[in-house]
């Protein structure tokens, strides 16, 4: 029993020693795992404010892009309203020059057709 008293007692330390580098190592592994958790927290708050900035970013070249096509719209039709015009006033400018003797002669023609086309 003496001899197993010893035993014991020679095993204590290197039990202790055992544990504690085990709590040792439980420890840093704590504290890594903090540091893994700090960090991961920091790279999704700089990856919110990324998107965040991103999204501004976005939605300001979208309004400016929506000017943009408005501007190009209002010009494009005020373009095509001046060709309208244009043209109108050319047909206009064009049966001006008609003499009135035709005119007659045309509406006479009308007039008969309509008449003809009635009985």
Known sequence: M???LRRRRLE???EQSDLTRLLAAEARLEQMLQSARDEAARLVTEAQAAAR???DTLGGE???AGRRLETEIV???ERRVREI???GLREVERLEHVAPEQI???ARYVVDRVIEGGS
């Open 85 to 87: 015009e244009e043209a």
């Open 104 to 106: 007659a002669e045309l």
């Open 62 to 64: 979208l309004e400016q």
């Open 2 to 4: 003496a001899r197993h």
């Open 12 to 14: 204590a330390p290197s």
């Open 53 to 55: 900035a991103r999204d």
């Open 75 to 77: 010009a494009e039709r």
